[in-house]
Each structure stands twice: as structure tokens, then as C-alpha cells.
């Protein structure tokens, strides 16, 4: 039976929008884009996105992409940065791959090397920072190798990036819609009228009216700024944007009509995002895979149902339960002792080995190879290679909240140590 | 110092008359500065009505929450209950004293023994130039409580209730030689040290990392038990309050909206901007269509507070919005339970229908429209 | 960035001595911080004790040598027009003109510090009123101000004052150019303190119940104690400077030679026209030097002190 995928997107799409209109109750928990989804395998649904994205695109993708290659592909990067005090190995070996119309998301703490590895991406770090190894592939083409001549094909044009705090980098003194009209104007050769509309009609994407979009940058609330932002992300019609911690600093409401923004930017211009973020919550708001980093490492990696509902490295499993859940019946937060190592002097082993609670032997000497089962990639001595994959629950003996009686302190509570 | 708070469990609140302290009518207005020319002419360019008439009580031994967006007036609150902001208008009322003009008294100090703050920025609640034991031991000095040389131990005992263990390895650092999670605890020490019966917390852990908030916040709930503190916290974050707090009271444009036992106000909001809140809170598990579908993502971002919208103050973005709303503001109506919500579909006790996924075009009013609330895609 | 108790060492002070070094390390590691450090470091040896270099200052009576000879090996700086030994007068000079711009500074530096701190946490009037006030001694110009005010100070310190071997004419000049110098100070301050005044822990020292005074001298003098080093020392450049402008226009004392007050002499005596360069340069290129050589140092002081840094975790 051929179907054409794109009659299969279509009819998702209204399936969803359906979904939507009608009141709550009346929609059925498993509803046909549920099933519609279930069915296609990842490879599927990523040809069919492809097809989607090289469609609406309205130029050739880089004359060096190599057909068939995946959209992104980062293989054992490393990003050091140079101290005075040592060598930061901010990124360590991390490896994931992004496919047309993708939603990642990177999560951890501060510290874990996230926002490194989304600059290594775009090669805007700091100047005490380097690349010592790895690839990045983007449709083939590894960005490691190209002078900063050569990225400029790529940076903003295949991949931009909406900064943390972006909403303070807009230039104070510019309308907002010259500054989105100059990244068309220069990268693209447009001429200024042109560049213009497209900067009016890219406002108008993103939720800003025209009136708005002529007004500075401190006329605009942080939402709206954050929004220009985005649309300034987009000028220049790229494959993938990165958004670095993007609704940090925003209100709980302004965040959602973020996160459902990008996800309609998504699911009408076929974007494929990399969301990196310490919210969990956020990531499983928005994304179809996630990326647990620790101390520089990937501990875990997979679709966003299996990283959520069954979670198998202990780190992610702690960091699932320290996120407060309003929709839990028991008010309840897990407390993770210790802190992040020093990454001048990381651990032997296995990185989170000194806070984990299953800690073997080996885990401090020998680096946890990393495994796939399926849809998940694991770091973990818990899942030696040849193991199943099956999840191993982490014990939870520290809780916090509300639930907690407070006269009796949970059980096999460890004692308070000088905390870091 | 009460033992209510330590015989109980956390879903329980205190004795429900063992009101420690409590705000009627509290209002803090400010003047919008003008230029030069406004000063001469006494013109007034506006006022901002951070907080605009509330109404609350805060009972001994409790965790309450006070929830809301920036712009709500929230951390204002906490400012005039510690006295760092005057109040423009209202009654205080504190251990059944009324402590409304204490300003330039002497009592003001006894005050300050028994109210203490805990900053929001672990980075800037520190001076980088004071040394860890300067600071902690800083409120004994200034109030010249107790004999120099007990001091001293004050200070240690303070820094080791707050989970520094050995005092003395700390107290003598500065505060750029600590991590964040450190910085806090010093914060927290620094409060203690006066042995406070109430502490107003604003947003204490949401500079720091996930996995060092719990320990901060465990911290403070051992400290309740303990010492049979009072807790007022302000955050943004409502499912940080659905964990710890007792009570919640959500506020918006400087007016409480609802109130009552957490459990209630999240289970069963009477009021639509809670209920918006608590479906657009996101959660760490992947949500279902169906309940996407249920999130209410309301248009626009709340006004600023010198353009007050007339009535009730969210009736340009609330999905019920009718004719009463647009012209007088509901008080807080008690819906059973110990809740209360200022909602005109509160009277009587009705509950909320259930709410579709979007608010389309916002109900216009000419103080919204200043304000140029955005339209959806 | 947890680190462990032990290992910075417990106790107050041993981060002191690591402070200290760390700091000189930094300043004398840039060039404009080396350059300074030295050519001030040489000037203050020289001007500490003057004497042990070029024995006692030479007067008119007992100066030695012949009227406005050029440099000799006996005499490397010359002559000037009444014999005396150049090289003798500049390194004595050295003393007088960087003791006056000392005290010059510290006047300047106390009511700048201190007009800065109040103006800018007060605010309000107070702020209005001081600033008008250093307004006012902003625009006017030094020179102006000092022959106005010289002889009315003259009149209150009377013409016997002496103060550190610096005699009643000079001591106006010190004072003058404190008074002149102290607004632009007072508004650096300011500045510094306004946005002080607002940061976290002010606020929190406020909820403890410290009052103004105490918080003006334990939470805000410290944090601006870097600027105002920096600006001292900026301040000291200036002072020197100006010190020479008012001697060389006549208002030093003849009898102490400063450099300001040397360049008059050569002034009076036709020096230029008679082509006796070598009674001019000495000074002059000491000035130079010495002006140089604070503004070096203010400069790396002030990038060294007071950091722009925008990483905190």
C-alpha cells in the first residue's frame, strides 16, 4: 500500500486540531493522531518530515550535503576550555543525532556542559574554548573542519541559535523589526524592502503585530522580546534552531505561549529544534527525545515516552523526582546529596559514581560504555552490555514535601554531611 | 516559639484562630515619577498599585504560599511584612498586636527579632566584601542582642542549624569562595540567628540547581519542625507551593484571587486564573493529547500595575468574563473548606466549567487596549 | 566550586597573604602596572629622603658652582642662575612636589569620598543640594579659582603656617587644589554608590534594622574602596601636575623648590632665551614621568580593582 506521506501528515494534523476545539471531555484519551503516531516507526516519520522541510524550503540545501546523511549528527565532541587554574572538560564525548523535524532536548544542571555543547554547534564559544574533538555533522557535512569563513554558509542559515538571557541581547537602539530585516539583508543578499516584509512577516509568525514589531526593544515585554527573538532565529529559514535555555526567565503563562509557539513553528515550518534546559518539565512539554547530560557526559538518551516513564540511568531517575509534579497525588521531592564534580579534575569512572546510590566498585574506575536498547541509550553500569535493558529502579529513601509527616523523618535517612 | 507546629502533619494547617499575623486591607501604592516640570506643577503622572487591597492571615506554624506572576505584587507582600516597604494603606497585625506604624520606634527592633527575610539571590544577598562570620553575627550586633563573647557561639550555632558543619571552616570565608547552595544556607543562618518566629521567604530556591533545592528545602521544613517556624513563601512557581506549602494564595495584579488548603486550590480552583495556572503548570511527565488539550493558554501578559483594568482586574483575559465583571470587582467569596476566591462565579459556590483549549480574542476594555494586549496567531 | 574546608586552610587571615599576592601578581603582570610601579617606585625612594642622594638642599649660599653652566661630570644637570647644583634642586623638588600632591589628594579624596557616599545613598535633596554644590566647583576653572581663593586662605592660615617643612604659600596651593579637585571625585563615587545602594545585600542589611550610618560605613565604603584607590591615585597625577601649573605662574614659594617652582626660576632667570635647556628638561621630564607613571598605575588599579567580570557561577 503506498500512502503519500504527505496525505498522512495532513490528516494528523487535522486529527490534532480537532482535538483541540472540541471541549475536554469529549476527546477520547487515545485519540487518532495517537494511534497515527504509534504506527510510524521514527524512520518514517523522519523521511516524512524531510519531504515536508525540503518542500517549503525555498533554496537548495548546501552543495555539500550528502543525500541520505541524517540532519545532524555529533560524534564524540569535546569542548575544553582553558583556565588559568586547569583544563575545563566542559564536554567530554558526547554523541546524539537530530533527524528532519526533531524535537531534542538536552537537560541537566548547570555545570553538565549543555550550553557548551549547543555553541560547539554553531562554533560561537568563548575565546578561551576549543573543539578538540569530535565531529559535527550537519546533512553530511562536518562543521568541526571548516574555517569561520566556511561556517558562515551554515551559521544561521542551517542552524541558529535564540541565546539564554536573549531577550537583553537586542540592540536597545534599533527597531525590532530592523534588527530581524539585518540578518536577512546581509546573509541572504536580499535587498532592504524585501528584507523588511519578510522581517514584518516573520513578526507576525512569531504573535507580534506589525504596529509592535516597529516599536524598540524596551517597549516590549519580556514574552514579546523573547518572541523577536525567535523570529530573528528564523530570518534566515534555517533547519535547525537551538534554543538555549529559551523561557527561563519568563512568567509560567508567558512560558506556555512560548513552548506552544515553537511547537506550531515546528509543526508549520517543518523546524527541527534543539531545546537545551535544566526545566524537565519543559522538555517533556515539547520534545520527542531527550538527552540527560551529567559532568560533561550523556547519561542517558531516548524518546521522550521511555526517558520519562521508565528511566534507567540513577541520575536521570533522581532528577525525575527532584522536579515537583502537580498532577502527582503525593507532594513529595527527592533530595540528591552532594554536588556536580569539578570538571578540572573529574572522576575516574563513571562521573556521578560519588552521589549515586548504587555505586559498584567498578563504577569508580571504569567509564560506563554506552548501550542501546531500542530507543534508549544508556551510560550506566547497570546496563552492561548484553543486558536487556530492562530498568532498575534506584531505592528513594530521602524525601521532602508536604506528604512527608514531619514528626518521623523518612527511613534511612544519610547523615547530613558538610554539604558542597 | 509554639509547639502547634511540631505535633502535626504537614496536610494540616495550625489551630485555624492561631492567627500570628495578619494583613486588612494592605495597599502599597507608588507615585510614577515625573520629570522635572510634573514636580513644579504637582502634576501626578500615575500611580502603580503594586499591591491594591489584600486581606491575609498568616497561622502560626504554617507553610503559606504566595503564588503569582511577576507583576503580582507578591514579593511587594513580603516587603511590607518585613518592613522594608511601607505600606500605603491597611492594618498589620502581629501576635494579635497591631504593628502598623512602627517606623522610628523602638519596637521596630523587637520587631525585626521575630520577622526575618530570606532573599531571593544567594549572589547578591551577600556582601563580597564581608566575611561569612561578619555577616551572620551582623543582626546581634546591630541590635545589640547578647554579650559580645556569646555572640560568637550565636553565630556558629546559627551557621550549623543551617547544615554548614564545621562552623568554624566556614565563618571565616568570603562569600566568592562558596557555591550557591553554600551562599543560601548562609542566608538562611543569617536569619536564624535571632532566633525569628516568622520568615518570609522570597523565591529561596529558584537561583539554585534542582538537585540542591531539595536539600535548601529540606533544610527549611526540618527547620519548622524544629524551632516551630512560620513560613511565608513567595514563588512563582505553583507546583513548588502544591509541594511544600500548606496553604496557597494566588495573587494577581496586586489582589489575592484565591486562597485556601493547597490541595483544594490546586484540585479544585475556584477562581479561573488559578485554574489556568495549575493547567498550564508544566509537569515532568510527557503530557497526553487529551490533557494538552485542557491546558488554558491565556493571550497577553498581565498589564502592568498603573493600568489597572476596571472590575475585576482579569476580566480582559479571563474565558468567562461577563457584563458584572467588566464593572465591579468580586471580593473573595468562601467556597467551603477553608478556600475563598475572588471570582463573581464563586457567589453561591458554583464551580468552574471546564475550560477550552484557547481564549480567542481578549474581552476588550479601553484599560487593556493601552496596554496593547497581543492577539493570537 | 565545592570546596572542601580544609583546603584554603581555616582561620581568618591566610587568604589575606594569598589575596596580597595574587593581586601584585596581577598588577605588575601588566605593562602599564609595571611601568608605573617603577618609575613611581623611584621617585618616592628619591623623594623620602632626598638628602641621602644629593646631600642637603643647596641655597643660595651655599651653592657652588658657576651661574648657568650646561651639564659637567661635576654638575650632571648644570647650573642654574645663581650656581646651584640642578640635579641637587630637581631631586629635592622631587620631595616637595609629591608631598604636596599627597596632602592635595587626601583633602581631595575625603570630601570627594565622603560628599560621593552621602549624596549618593541619601538621595533626595541632600543629593540635589551636593550635587549643585560640586557642580558649581566643576566649572570653574582651577587656575581662576586658585588666585581668587590663594589669598583669602593665605588670610586664614596666616603667613607663618608651616605644616611638614611646606610653608604658608604652598599650603594654599594644597588646599586649593583640594577644594578644586574633590567634585569629579564625589561624582565617580556617586555613580558608584547609586547602583550600590540598590544590590541585595543593602536591603538585607536594612532587614536586620542597620541604620544609614552603618550602612553607609560597613556595606558601601567597602565596595567603593577600590574606586576611590583608583581614582586617588589619578587624583595624585593631577595634584602634581596642577601644583606645577600654579608654582610656574608665580603662586609657590621661592624658597622651596618644587618643580613648578624650579621652571619659574628658569623662567625669571631667561633660561629659554639663553638657550640653558638644561634648566628646564630635568624638571619638566620629571613632571612628565611622574604624571606618567599614576596614570599608568590609576589605570591598571582600576582595571585590576575593580573588574568587569560577568561569569559569577
Known amino acids: 500500500m503506498s500512502v503519500d506521506p504527505r496525505d498522512l501528515a495532513r490528516s494528523t494534523d487535522e486529527a490534532l486540531v480537532d482535538a483541540r476545539l472540541q471541549d475536554a471531555t469529549a476527546v477520547p484519551e487515545s485519540s487518532a493522531a495517537d494511534v497515527a503516531t504509534a504506527k510510524r516507526s521514527r524512520r518514517e516519520r523522519a523521511i516524512e518530515a524531510a519531504l515536508q522541510i525540503r518542500g517549503r524550503r525555498q533554496w537548495a540545501p548546501p552543495k555539500q550535503a550528502k543525500p541520505g546523511a541524517p540532519l545532524l549528527e555529533v560524534r564524540d565532541l569535546k569542548t575544553y576550555f582553558r583556565l588559568e587554574s586547569g583544563t575545563v572538560r566542559a564536554v567530554d564525548g558526547v554523541s546524539f543525532q537530530l533527524d528532519y523535524g526533531e524535537a531534542l532536548g538536552i537537560v541537566g544542571e548547570s555545570g553538565c556542559g549543555k550550553t557548551t555543547t549547543a555553541l560547539s554547534l554553531v562554533q560561537i564559544l568563548p575565546p578561551n574554548a576549543r573543539i578538540v574533538g569530535g565531529e559535527v555533522n550537519l546533512m553530511g557535512i562536518d562543521l568541526v573542519k571548516k ?11 542551517e542552524i541558529s541559535i535564540v541565546f539564554q538571557g536573549a531577550m537583553n541581547a537586542l540592540n536597545p537602539v534599533q527597531r525590532v523589526v530592523d534588527q530581524i530585516a539585518e540578518p536577512i539583508e546581509q546573509r541572504l543578499g536580499e535587498p532592504k524592502a524585501t528584507a523588511r516584509a519578510k522581517a514584518r512577516a516573520l513578526l507576525e509568525v512569531v504573535g507580534i503585530p506589525k504596529q509592535r514589531g516597529a516599536a524598540y526593544p524596551h517597549e516590549l515585554s519580556g514574552g514579546m522580546r523573547q518572541r523577536a527573538m525567535i523570529a530573528m532565529a528564523l530570518a534566515c529559514d534555517p533547519a535547525i534552531v537551538i534554543g538555549d535555555e529559551p523561557t527561563t526567565a519568563l512568567d509560567v503563562m508567558v512560558q506556555a505561549q512560548i513552548l506552544e509557539l515553537l511547537e506550531r513553528l515546528r509543526r508549520d515550518l517543518g523546524l527541527s529544534l534543539i531545546l537545551i534546559t535544566h526545566d524537565l518539565s519543559v522538555v517533556a512539554e515539547t520534545c520527542d527525545r531527550a538527552l540527560v547530560m551529567y559532568a560533561g557526559r550523556v547519561a542517558e538518551e531516548g524518546a521522550i515516552g521511555e526517558i520519562f516513564r521508565r528511566p534507567r540511568h540513577p541520575y536521570t531517575q533522581k532528577l525525575l523526582s527532584s522536579f515537583p509534579n502537580i498532577r502527582a497525588d503525593r507532594r513529595t521531592l527527592e533530595v540528591i546529596p552532594g554536588s556536580p564534580p569539578d570538571l578540572r579534575a573529574p572522576p575516574p569512572g563513571c562521573r556521578f559514581a560519588p552521589r549515586c546510590t548504587f555505586a559498584m566498585a567498578v563504577c569508580s574506575e571504569v ?9 534508549v541509550r544508556v551510560a550506566c553500569h547497570l546496563y552492561p552490555p548484553g543486558s536487556d535493558g530492562a530498568q532498575v529502579t534506584v531505592p528513594r529513601p530521602n524525601a521532602i514535601g508536604a506528604s512527608v509527616p514531619l514528626v518521623e523523618p523518612p527511613p534511612d535517612l544519610p547523615p547530613m554531611e558538610v554539604p558542597a | 516559639m509554639s509547639d502547634g507546629g511540631l505535633a502535626k502533619t504537614a496536610d494540616g494547617t495550625g489551630s485555624p484562630h492561631d492567627v500570628l499575623y495578619r494583613l486588612q486591607g494592605m495597599k502599597v501604592h507608588f507615585a510614577v515619577r515625573g520629570g522635572f516640570l510634573d514636580t513644579i506643577l504637582r502634576r501626578s503622572r500615575g500611580v502603580i498599585r503594586a499591591v491594591d487591597g489584600i486581606d491575609l492571615e ?3 506554624g504554617e507553610v503559606l504560599a504566595l503564588v503569582g506572576e511577576s507583576g503580582s505584587g507578591k514579593t511587594t507582600t513580603g516587603r511590607v511584612i518585613v518592613k522594608l516597604t511601607p505600606q500605603t494603606d491597611g492594618r498589620l497585625t502581629f501576635d494579635g498586636k497591631d504593628v502598623t506604624d512602627l517606623w522610628g520606634t523602638t519596637a521596630l527592633r523587637g520587631y525585626r527579632r521575630r520577622i526575618q527575610l530570606i532573599f531571593q539571590d544567594p549572589y547578591e544577598t551577600l556582601n563580597p566584601k564581608q566575611s561569612i562570620n561578619d555577616f551572620v553575627m551582623e543582626p546581634l550586633v546591630v541590635n545589640d542582642i547578647g554579650a ?13 542549624a543551617a547544615g554548614l558543619r564545621p562552623a568554624s571552616d566556614f565563618a571565616f570565608r568570603f562569600p566568592h569562595e562558596l557555591s550557591g547552595g553554600q551562599r543560601q544556607r548562609v542566608v538562611i543562618a543569617g536569619a536564624l540567628v535571632m532566633d525569628p518566629e516568622v520568615i518570609v521567604a522570597d523565591e529561596p530556591v529558584s537561583m ?39 496553604r496557597i494564595a494566588v495573587m494577581y495584579l496586586g489582589k489575592i484571587m484565591e486562597i485556601g488548603p493547597a490541595e483544594q486550590v490546586i484540585r479544585s480552583p475556584h477562581n479561573p486564573y488559578t485554574q489556568a495556572l495549575v493547567s498550564v503548570s508544566p509537569t515532568p511527565e510527557p503530557p497526553t493529547p487529551g490533557e494538552r488539550a485542557k491546558r488554558t493558554i491565556l493571550v497577553g501578559e498581565t498589564p502592568d500595575a498603573a493600568h489597572v483594568p476596571p472590575g475585576c482586574r482579569f476580566h480582559p483575559r479571563c474565558p468567562y468574563a461577563f457584563d458584572r465583571c467588566r464593572v465591579e470587582e468580586p471580593p473573595l467569596f468562601d467556597v467551603g473548606g477553608g478556600q475563598s476566591a475572588a471570582c463573581w462565579l464563586a457567589e453561591g459556590g458554583r464551580s468552574l466549567p471546564v475550560l477550552p483549549h484557547r481564549i480567542q480574542e481578549p474581552v476588550p476594555s479601553p484599560a487593556a487596549t493601552a496596554i496593547g494586549a497581543e492577539l493570537p496567531a | 566550586m565545592g570546596l572542601a574546608g580544609t583546603e584554603l586552610g581555616a582561620g581568618r587571615w591566610s587568604g589575606t597573604g594569598r589575596r596580597a599576592r595574587d593581586f601584585a601578581a596581577r598588577l605588575l603582570g601588566r605593562s602599564d602596572g609595571l611601568v608605573g610601579v617603577v618609575i613611581l617606585g623611584f621617585f618616592t625612594l628619591l623623594a623620602l629622603s632626598p638628602s641621602l642622594f644629593v646631600g642637603p638642599l643647596q641655597t643660595v649660599l651655599s651653592a657652588t658652582g658657576t651661574p648657568l653652566e650646561p651639564p659637567t661630570s661635576t654638575y650632571p644637570f648644570g647650573t642654574d642662575e645663581l650656581g646651584r647644583d640642578l640635579l641637587n634642586l630637581t631631586v629635592h623638588g622631587a620631595r616637595i612636589s609629591m608631598l604636596i600632591g599627597l596632602m592635595a589628594t587626601l583633602i581631595t579624596i575625603v570630601i570627594g569620598s565622603v560628599v560621593g557616599i552621602v549624596a549618593g545613598f541619601v538621595g533626595g ?14 566649572v570653574l576653572p582651577t587656575i581662576v579659582l586658585a588666585l581668587i581663593l590663594a589669598p583669602i586662605i593665605l588670610d586664614v592660615i596666616g603667613p607663618q603656617a608651616e605644616f611638614l617643612g611646606i610653608r604658608a604659600t604652598l599650603l594654599v596651593i594644597v588646599i586649593v587644589i583640594g577644594l578644586t579637585s574633590w567634585a569629579t571625585t564625589a561624582r565617580i563615587i556617586r555613580s558608584q554608590v547609586l547602583s550600590l545602594k540598590e544590590r541585595m545585600f543593602v536591603d538585607r542589611a536594612r532587614v536586620i534594622g542597620s541604620g544609614p550610618g552603618r550602612i553607609m560605613r560597613r556595606h558601601i565604603l567597602p565596595n567603593v574602596v577600590n574606586l576611590i584607590v583608583a581614582q586617588a591615585v589619578l587624583t595624585f597625577a593631577t595634584a602634581v601636575f596642577t601644583e606645577t601649573t600654579l608654582a610656574f605662574i608665580g603662586l609657590g614659594d621661592p624658597a622651596a623648590p618644587s618643580w613648578g617652582q624650579i621652571l619659574n626660576n628658569a623662567q625669571s632667570a631667561g633660561a629659554p632665551g639663553l638657550g640653558a635647556w638644561w634648566y628646564i628638561v630635568p624638571p619638566a621630564v620629571s613632571v612628565v614621568l611622574v604624571v606618567l607613571s599614576f596614570t599608568l598605575l590609576g589605570n591598571a588599579l582600576d582595571d585590576v580593582l575593580n573588574p568587569k567580570t560577568g561569569q559569577r557561577r
Open chain 1, 147 to 157: 574555517t569561520e569563513n566556511q561556517l558562515r554558509r551554515y551559521r544561521w542559515r
Open chain 2, 208 to 246: 539554585l540547581d534542582v538537585s540542591i533545592r531539595t536539600e535548601l528545602l529540606r533544610l527549611m521544613l526540618d527547620l519548622r519542625a524544629e524551632r516551630g517556624l512560620t513560613y511565608l513563601f513567595i514563588t512563582h512557581d505553583l507546583s513548588l507551593a502544591w509541594v511544600i506549602a500548606d
Open chain 2, 148 to 160: 559580645p563573647r556569646d555572640r560568637q557561639a550565636a553565630t556558629f550555632a546559627a551557621l550549623e
Open chain 3, 125 to 138: 535633596a541632600v543629593d540635589n543640594a551636593l550635587m549643585r554644590l560640586s557642580d558649581f566647583f566643576l
Open chain 2, 58 to 60: 498568616l497561622r502560626r
Open chain 1, 367 to 375: 567509564v560506563p560504555p554506552e548501550i542501546t536498547f531500542g530507543d
